[in-house]
């Protein structure tokens, strides 16, 4: 039986598989976990232990926030690139997080930057903030406020 890092990381790496594929059936699943237990395989070893426990429901519903982030921002990138006139106020904004686990940080920064519109360009060096690049930054106060109140949030509740 493989120990819980094992199974914690396949569960996090299918939920990637699911949200890059686009689909969510019951074949995919099966494909996106063997695919995510073969690449364990070959990284066995050199993955850290994790600390933490994910708790399950909160992963479901981070998933679902990712899910309905990722419309959204689809949905206005799309309005912003179909009108008539490009009106963007495109900015790099200093997102300070309380996220201190390398794996919570990094899917922080890989959720933002899978959603369209944003992308994260660094981590600080203290690790106390993520500069991310948004389309849309005329208020960055409302854009830390969403990163921080949706997906930091989120993540937060999920791995405890």
């Not at 689909?23 to 993955?47: D, E």
């Not at 994790?50 to 679902?64: G, S, T, W």
Request: hydrophobic share 55%; glycine share 4%.
């Amino acid at each position: 039986m493989p120990s819980f890092s094992t199974a914690a990381y396949a569960a996090i790496l299918t939920l990637f598989w699911l949200a890059l594929t686009g689909s969510v059936t019951p074949a995919n699943i099966l494909l996106g976990l063997a695919v995510s237990l073969g690449a364990l395989g070959v990284l066995r070893g050199q993955l850290p232990e994790m600390d933490f426990r994910i708790r399950p429901l909160a992963a479901i519903r981070l998933f679902l926030l990712f899910l309905l982030e990722l419309f959204r921002s689809a949905w206005r990138v799309a309005r912003l690139v179909l009108r008539p006139r490009l009106d963007i106020s495109p900015d790099v904004v200093a997102v300070p997080v309380s996220l201190t686990r390398d794996a919570e940080l990094t899917l922080l920064a890989n959720l933002i930057t899978l959603t369209p519109g944003t992308l994260t360009v660094d981590i600080a060096e203290d690790r106390r903030a993520l500069y991310v690049h948004a389309l849309e930054a005329d208020d960055p106060d409302a854009v830390r406020r969403d990163i921080r109140a949706g997906f930091e949030r989120a993540i937060r509740e999920t791995f405890r």
